[in-house]
T-cell receptor, first 115, second 110 residues
Framework: AQSVTQLDSHVSVSEGTPVLLRCNYSSSYSPSLFWYVQHPNKGLQLLLK??????LVKGINGFEAEFKKSETSFHLTKPSAHMSDAAEYFCVVSPSTSGTYKYIFGTGTRLKVLA | NAGVTQTPKFQVLKTGQSMTLQCAQDMNHNSMYWYRQDPGMGLRLIYY???????DKGEVPNGYNVSRLNKREFSLRLESAAPSQTSVYFC?????????FGPGTRLTVL
């Protein structure tokens, strides 16, 4: 069975400091992993995805994530937070098997950026 | 290229009323999805359609029905709305291994 756990429901950082949002997954198959961002009252936008190529994945707006199979983790990082990064972030896993179409969402991490 | 569109954006229903949420995509994707989003619970899959003519239940299908009208359109119907169905509903389609989301429908059931 597949599952995903976002270890923090809320994270607060000061503007200009690093961001770390943690995600652990469980998958019987080699998974695809995603991070989505949702700004208040908006839809979801893809930040980045891992699909068994390079383990360090770069996304939009300076975000990146590293796939660590030994730790079953896919943490999201950014070197320097900006006020516009305040949003909710979702880690998503999908097993990479033919004919499987389901995506499993974490419960989300709300990022607050302090001036 | 509009991507994934949803109508309506907002809706208020009384308990027992019915309604259909509409979703359309113009990216020629085979797979489409309906999710609901509730505070602290992430997105939960209601139904999905792997291809035109097929639909399957997701994690929380009770109280909902779906129709994959054609490749573009995937509608979600609430036959007898209940307050527990108050939520934000998102439609998505799948292409190149990733999902593309609509802007959502905020539904309140009184």
């Amino acid at each position: 069975a597949q599952s995903v756990t976002q270890l923090d429901s809320h994270v607060s950082v000061s503007e200009g400091t690093p961001v770390l949002l943690r995600c652990n997954y469980s998958s019987s198959y080699s998974p695809s992993l995603f991070w989505y961002v949702q700004h208040p009252n908006k839809g979801l936008q893809l930040l980045l995805k891992y699909t068994s190529a390079a383990t360090l994945v770069k996304g939009i707006n300076g975000f990146e994530a590293e796939f660590k199979k030994s730790e079953t983790s896919f943490h999201l990082t950014k070197p320097s937070a900006h006020m516009s990064d305040a949003a909710e972030y979702f880690c998503v896993v999908s097993p990479s098997t033919s004919g499987t179409y389901k995506y499993i969402f974490g419960t989300g991490t709300r990022l607050k950026v302090l001036a | 290229n509009a991507g994934v569109t949803q109508t309506p954006k907002f809706q208020v229903l009384k308990t027992g009323q019915s309604m259909t949420l509409q979703c359309a995509q113009d990216m020629n994707h085979n797979s489409m999805y309906w999710y609901r989003q509730d505070p602290g619970m992430g997105l939960r899959l209601i139904y999905y359609s792997a291809s035109e003519g097929t639909t399957d239940k997701g994690e929380v299908p009770n109280g909902y029905n779906v129709s994959r009208l054609n490749k573009r359109e995937f509608s979600l119907r609430l036959e007898s709305a209940a307050p527990s169905q108050t939520s934000v509903y998102f439609c998505a389609s799948r292409g190149q291994g990733e999902q593309f989301f609509g802007p959502g429908t905020r539904l309140t059931v009184l």
